[in-house]
């Protein structure tokens, strides 16, 4: 029997709630599917992206050292709070009829405009998804003028992928 993977990328907004219901209509109690719910984490906060630095190269190691443990705690917590969304894809995926040995569930590390959709495909092909689904929102022309749209850059980057853009 053919195997096919999804991989759906998820964060807290109704878009992605909404690929995960669709994706839950489509596959429903078909075997042969293979669900990836990928959180995607939300960027770094500018402050933890670097420190004010030091011409001392030992108070340099630790800001160094302190800054990689505050990075830490962050991306935990943002995880924990992740996991929340996992959770609810999960419920609605099984509602659906999909069973528990078809899921997994991972993490996206925080990045950053083209680089996440980068980062997304490149979990695709380690999870051997053909397929990658994300939700989209409608937003004004002028505020896709000036906006990285994650779907936007997995179409753009996403050669050799089947990806789906939920609206």
């Known amino acids: 029997?053919?195997?096919?993977?999804?991989?759906?990328?998820?964060?807290?907004?109704?878009?992605?709630?909404?690929?995960?219901?669709?994706?839950?209509?489509?596959?429903?109690?078909?075997?042969?599917f293979?669900?990836?719910?990928?959180?995607?984490?939300?960027?770094?906060?500018?402050?933890?992206?670097?420190h004010g630095g030091?011409?001392?190269p030992s108070k340099e190691i630790q800001l160094e050292r302190d800054l990689k443990v505050e990075?830490?705690?962050w991306i935990e917590s943002a995880k924990?709070?992740?996991?929340?969304?996992?959770?609810?894809s999960v419920a609605i995926l099984r509602k659906a009829g999909v069973s528990a040995?078809?899921?997994?569930?991972?993490?996206?590390?925080?990045?950053e405009g083209p680089k996440t959709a980068e980062v997304m495909l490149e979990m695709a092909k380690?999870?051997?998804?053909?397929?990658?689904v994300v939700g989209r929102q409608s937003v004004s022309w002028l505020h896709e003028l000036f906006s990285q749209?994650?779907?936007?850059?997995?179409?753009?980057?996403g050669k050799g992928f089947c990806v789906w853009a939920v609206e």
């Open 34 to 50: 293979h669900i990836c719910l990928v959180h995607v984490l939300r960027p770094l906060p500018p402050e933890l992206l670097e």
């Open 71 to 73: 990075q830490n705690r």
């Open 101 to 111: 040995k078809a899921l997994q569930s991972l993490f996206c590390e925080p990045g």
């Open 149 to 157: 749209d994650l779907s936007e850059e997995l179409l753009r980057h």
């Open 80 to 88: 924990k709070a992740g996991q929340k969304d996992l959770d609810k």
């Open 126 to 132: 380690e999870c051997q998804c053909r397929t990658v």
């Open 54 to 56: 030091s011409e001392d």
């Open 1 to 32: 029997m053919l195997d096919t993977r999804i991989l759906v990328a998820l964060d807290d907004s109704d878009a992605s709630r909404r690929a995960v219901e669709y994706v839950g209509k489509f596959v429903g109690r078909r075997k042969g």
